[in-house]
Nanobody, 122 residues
């Protein structure tokens, strides 16, 4: 399983970015997909997740601003991030799991992609 996250960059506060998570060797719709982020000196934290059936959940800190979605035709999962804040600055990771028991916990995900840096300037 290989995951490739992309779409990060530098944006001003209030701006938007769309992150993409592409995979080879698997079909996204067969897995739950999560987005996590990790800022310097902090633990990796949950951002959003989408189940195999399309159910979505979000961290309170991003609810109403971020949207996770899946394009089965492109075998890609997206994280649309709007109204970005400086505190959203982090390396963002996508991850896959075959389960949906605790999608907000990093340990629920055995497969991880490399991260993509998101920097929000004030």
């Amino acid at each position: 399983v290989q995951l490739q996250a992309s779409g990060g960059g530098l944006v001003q506060a209030g701006g938007s970015l769309r992150l993409s998570c592409a995979a080879s060797g698997l079909t996204f719709s067969s897995y739950a997909t999560g987005w996590f982020r990790q800022a310097p000196g902090k633990e990796r934290e949950f951002v959003a997740a989408i189940s195999r059936g399309g159910r979505t959940i979000y961290a309170d800190s991003v609810k109403g601003r971020f949207t996770i979605s899946r394009d089965s035709a492109k075998n890609t999962v997206y994280l649309q991030m709007n109204s970005l804040k400086p505190e959203d600055t982090a390396v963002y990771y996508c991850a896959l799991s075959t389960a949906w028991g605790t999608p907000f916990l990093p340990r629920s995900y055995p497969y991880w992609g490399q991260g993509t840096q998101v920097t929000v300037s004030s």
